[in-house]
């Protein structure tokens, strides 16, 4: 009979079931994943020791420059704050006198009024004689002169005290904008060390032993052109020393031109100026680069040079961009110890030359000031300080 046949519908699955909904649903995710994969741009491959070698040592190039920035921009925010300092302590001194100027005032507007409440015929009246009433009257026009004269220096004072906080506020802008580009510098420093630490941390441990054998690579190839200078240096010690003799009196006994490499030639007061700056140098070996810093207990790299050869009596400018171009340019195979060696092409980087190929400076962050080859870095120029 009908009422004994299975219903179709309860043997199978309805169309508009929750089931039939959930598969649909799982179908349609699992195909937009397969063509979201297909479709997928591939994971950048991880980059070589080689790429991470020169994007860090891109970065701390960077980093150097952004120092200098910061360093330029230190400097103008610390004279622009000695100039606010002034101009503040101008405007004290302006107000100062306006007050003073003021009391003035005060002092004749009391003699008027006293003056005043009482009339020229009363006063005459009230006289002791006519005489004493000529006197006060000449005593009061002498008042009224003395009285205008302090008007005048009080509307004086008052323009001038004016003019001064007009000033004040202009420094206080100009401070606000070297501040704020202080500020900027310090973050781009930051980020640039932020950046090449990344790139380190990320490296494995195999990675970073290859890292580290390409670093030794580097340093060994400076070292053996740094021996090669040495010897060049030592050749033109002894020709010159050769050169002397030979030109020196029968009764002996030459005068000492000073001591160094290269074929440039320098007097003993420059030689004793560079003893000084080296002595000081070499005395900071081990304390720590720090961007920024001049010392005494860490430094940066323009830092350090500025603060050598302060101690010779050379005030030098605060950045790279600007000792560049202190003194006089020598070639490299001029140099002489003491002389400063520039590095990169954008001038980011100096160190202090002591001779045979080497120099001491203040690398990187996270290193200390060291003595090292010069052909460590590309070489942008040299000049010699005083």
């Known amino acids: 009979m009908a009422s004994h046949r299975k219903s179709r519908t309860r043997t199978g699955v309805r169309a508009n079931t929750p089931a039939v909904g959930f598969t649909t649903a799982a179908l349609a995710s699992v195909t937009l994943l397969s063509t979201q994969s297909a479709t997928a741009a591939p994971a950048e491959p991880k980059p070589s020791v080689e790429e991470v070698q020169k994007k860090v040592d891109d970065l701390y190039r960077q980093a150097g ?27 004290a001194k302006s107000a100062d006198k306006v007050n003073e100027a003021r009391r003035a005032l005060g002092t004749y507007a009391a003699a008027q009024y006293r003056a005043g409440a009482v009339g020229p015929t009363a006063a005459l009246m009230f006289a002791d004689s006519p005489e004493s009433y000529f006197e006060q009257t000449q005593l009061m026009g002498r008042l009224t002169d003395r009285q205008q004269e302090a008007v005048e220096d009080f509307q004086k004072e008052q323009r001038s005290a004016a003019k001064q906080r007009v000033k004040a506020t202009k420094s206080l802008e100009t401070l606000t ?35 580290a054998a390409l670093e030794r690579k580097k340093e060994e190839e ?32 030459g005068t000492d031109t000073g001591s160094g490499g290269g074929s440039g030639v320098t007097d003993g007061t420059y030689a004793a100026k560079a003893e000084k700056v080296l002595a000081f140098a070499r005395a900071q070996i081990g304390k720590p680069y720090v961007w920024g810093a001049t010392g005494p207990s860490s430094y940066d790299c ?31 195979a001029d140099l002489l110890p003491g002389d400063l060696v520039f590095f990169y ?20 962050p996270g290193a200390n000031v060291r003595e090292e080859s010069i052909y460590y870095m590309p070489i942008y120029g040299s000049v010699r300080p005083a």
């Open 65 to 91: 420059t952004a120092t200098q920035e910061y360093n330029k921009a230190k400097e103008a925010t610390d004279t622009q704050r000695r100039s606010v300092d002034r101009v503040l302590d101008d405007v």
């Open 177 to 211: 904008e070297s501040q704020a580009s202080l500020k900027a510098g310090k973050q781009k420093v930051q980020n640039k060390l932020a950046a090449a630490r990344s790139l380190l941390a990320d490296l494995t441990a195999e990675e970073k032993a290859r890292l």
């Open 222 to 253: 400076a070292r053996r052109k740094a021996e090669a200078k040495a010897k060049e240096e030592a050749a033109e010690r002894k020709r010159q020393e050769e050169a002397r003799q030979e030109e020196a009196p029968a009764t002996g006994g």
């Open 302 to 332: 323009s830092g350090l040079t500025g603060a050598a050869w302060k101690e010779a009596g050379v005030q030098l400018p605060r950045t790279t961009w600007d000792q560049v171009k202190v003194g006089k340019r020598v070639a490299t």
């Open 345 to 364: 092409d954008d001038i980011s980087h100096v160190g202090i030359y002591k001779g045979d190929g080497k120099m001491i400076h203040a690398p990187k």
